[in-house]
């Protein structure tokens, strides 16, 4: 009995040592995401295109525009160290840490605590990665989990960790590639018989255009006005609460400047889509303030 277990345990051993073996697979090389936002409206994909080197001070950063929260996003990557980091307010922010090893302890931006609780293997295209699973206890009980694949980002969303993302709509990562070619699929990461359609990503068919839609201003108290480069015809306006909930619905939009009133919305995070002949035309994150 004592030579089985010992046996076990040297198995164990030896299998998490292989996978920490791994060399590392950088995360920015010519990458693309898509990404799904699933509410009570139905579900909508977002690809994320490929990013344009930016120097600022001692580094290169690789601007990314996200589409979902309308945003420019600069991210740059130390290799070496196996470290991904975001720049907020003029500052790097530690977005990932692929260094992590079993039961370490890492502080995010959120200012708590977090524990890799496993590292996990999980199938890709053409191979596997490493899969870290990140928790902060309060107490005995989990509170906030994260989930990170190397050389992918979160199975979320790649910019933002889980805490900054609504709870609904819910955002998650369907595909990535690099180079044009697809990495993670989120069906096979899930050991789903079918793969995930991810011919979004195709090297062909990702978009360089940047969004055409403002939505002005973000935060807003009274008024939203959105502006379109193109004329929109017969639009439709949905605005969701966070519960994916309708609160706000405007039809038969034409021109290019649309002008929402908040009436007796109340104060918070809501997100609103723009259609036109049953499909989006944008979307975008929108914050009521009472001022």
């Not at 046996?7 to 073996?21: R, Y």
């Amino acid at each position: 009995m004592k030579t089985k277990l010992l046996f076990i345990t040297f198995i164990l051993m030896a299998c998490n040592a292989a996978t920490n073996a791994q060399g590392y697979v950088p995360m920015l090389n010519n990458s693309t995401w898509n990404i799904t936002v699933a509410g009570f409206g139905g579900a909508q994909d977002f690809v994320v295109n490929p990013a344009i080197d930016v120097t600022i001070g001692p580094y290169t950063y690789k601007k990314f525009f996200d589409p979902i929260f309308s945003t420019d996003v600069y991210l740059r990557e130390d290799v070496a160290a196996k470290k991904v980091y975001r720049r907020v307010n003029n500052a790097d922010q530690l977005l990932y840490d692929f260094s992590l090893q079993l039961t370490n302890h890492i502080v995010l931006s959120d200012g708590n605590d977090y524990v890799v609780t496993s590292i996990n293997t999980i199938n890709v295209n053409g191979g596997t990665r490493r899969s870290f699973s990140l928790v902060h206890y309060i107490g005995n009980f989990a509170g906030n989990s994260e989930t990170w694949v190397e050389g992918v980002g979160s199975n979320r969303h790649p910019f933002k960790p889980q805490f900054e993302l609504l709870s609904d709509p819910y955002v998650y990562l369907t595909c990535s590639a690099q180079g044009g070619v697809n990495i993670y699929n989120h069906n096979i990461a899930n050991g789903q018989p079918t793969a995930t359609d991810c011919t979004m990503l195709a090297t062909n068919q990702v978009s360089f255009t940047k969004p055409t839609v403002t939505f002005s201003p973000n935060p807003f108290a009274t008024e939203l006005t959105i502006a379109s480069e193109i004329v929109l015809e017969n639009a439709t306006l949905k605005m969701y609460n966070t519960l994916g909930q309708v609160v706000k619905q405007m039809e038969h939009l034409n021109g290019h400047k649309i002008t929402v009133a908040r009436e007796n919305i109340k104060s918070g995070i809501y997100f609103i889509q723009l259609e036109q002949k049953g499909k989006q035309v944008y979307a975008s994150k929108i914050i009521v303030a009472d001022y």
